[in-house]
């Protein structure tokens, strides 16, 4: 049984630094591709970071430059350093994980890549 477990939002002031975990049981994450997403309310679902099997990271233009997405196999935990956090990046953040074959075009950053999410954690930036 596959399950993940985020950990680390909370409510900071704009300018401030976050760091997001997602803690994985039944899959090594470092076989597989791992992505962060985030849910304001209203708004879609947003892929801000994701992790290839290769170690090669790709992010979201709102975040590129200020965000990190990182991984310690040996923990099979996902990380995602936020620095410089904007207003505009409050929103409900969750990771996944993708076990299954599919179309190698989808790109990494789309949800339908992936098919095991977490409960998802909390980031509220005021201004």
């Known amino acids: 049984q596959v399950q993940l477990v985020e950990s680390g939002g909370d409510s900071v002031q704009a300018g401030r630094s976050l760091t997001l975990s997602c803690t994985v049981s039944?899959?090594?994450?470092?076989?597989?591709?791992m992505g962060w997403f985030r849910q304001a309310p209203g708004k879609e679902r947003e892929g801000v970071a994701a992790?290839?099997?290769?170690?090669?990271?790709t992010y979201g233009d709102s975040v590129k430059g200020r965000f990190t997405i990182s991984q310690d196999n040996s923990k099979n935990t996902l990380y995602l350093q936020m620095n410089n956090l904007k207003p505009e990046d409050t929103a409900m953040y969750y990771c996944?994980?993708?076990?299954?074959?599919?179309?190698?075009?989808?790109?990494?950053?789309?949800?339908?890549?992936?098919?095991?999410w977490g409960q998802g954690t909390q980031v509220t930036v005021s201004s």
């Open positions: 992790i290839h099997n290769n170690g090669n990271t």
């Open positions: 996944a994980v993708q076990t299954m074959s599919i179309n190698p075009t989808v790109p990494i950053l789309s949800d339908m890549r992936y098919n095991y």
């Open positions: 039944g899959v090594e994450i470092g076989l597989r591709c």
